[in-house]
């Protein structure tokens, strides 16, 4: 069976420091890889995503995100938070022919 | 390119109502999902639609069913409405493959009282 873990329900970051949130799965095949992120009352906006090839992907607003398949992990980084960054972030795990997984969710506080 | 529309945004409804939730995809989207949200249960895949056709689904009740039109235009309808069916409901759109983005629409939110 899939699954999605994101192991922090709640981090927390200075302005200006480096953020990092955590995520890891499990998957029988080879999996593929997204990060969104949700604001208050909206839907989820597409961050970065992960399908093969460099371990190290770079997406929207400054966010990137590395695929470890050893520790089975695809953290989710940058490297200056913002407090507009303060949202909730999903994790979401594809695997070919079956349906989207999501984490459960972390929530980013950046404080000023 | 429009992104993803749902109407309407709020609901609110009262048990044993039914409801019909309306998913507009981005313009050559084929494929609509529709998924729930509650704070409880995170985000639940409900289905899937291709080409008027539902290709996946989700461990839902058969209380909660679904089309698309030719248009790829896709609805969502909930009968029976129970207090624990309030919730963020989201659709998303893609091209239809496998590995392709999802792209969300802002969702509905459906209260049942």
């Known amino acids: 069976a899939q699954s999605v873990a994101q192991p922090e329900d709640q981090v927390n970051v200075a302005e200006g420091n480096p953020l990092t949130v955590k995520c890891t799965y499990s998957v029988s095949g080879n999996p593929y890889l997204f990060w969104y992120v949700q604001y208050p009352n909206r839907g989820l906006q597409f961050l970065l995503k992960y399908i093969t090839g460099d371990n190290l992907v770079k997406g929207s607003y400054g966010f990137e995100a590395e695929f470890n398949k050893s520790q089975t992990s695809f953290h989710l980084k940058k490297p200056s938070a913002l407090v507009s960054d303060s949202a909730l972030y999903f994790c979401v795990l594809g695997n070919y022919g079956q349906n989207f997984v999501f984490g459960p969710g972390t929530r980013l506080s950046v404080l000023p | 390119k429009a992104g993803v529309t749902q109407t309407p945004r709020y609901l609110i409804k009262t048990r044993g109502q039914q409801v019909t939730l309306s998913c507009s995809p981005i313009s050559g989207h084929r494929s609509v999902s529709w998924y729930q949200q509650t704070p409880g249960q995170g985000l639940q895949f409900l289905f899937e639609?291709?080409?008027?056709?539902?290709?996946n689904k989700g461990n839902f009740p058969g209380r909660f069913s679904g089309r698309q039109f030719s248009n790829s235009r896709s609805e969502m309808n909930v009968s029976t409405l129970e207090l624990g069916d309030s919730a963020l409901y989201l659709c998303?759109?893609?091209?239809?493959?496998?590995?392709?983005?999802?792209?969300f629409g802002p969702g509905t939110r459906l209260t049942v009282l």
């Open positions: 639609y291709f080409s008027e056709t539902q290709r």
């Open positions: 998303a759109s893609n091209g239809g493959g496998r590995t392709d983005t999802q792209y």
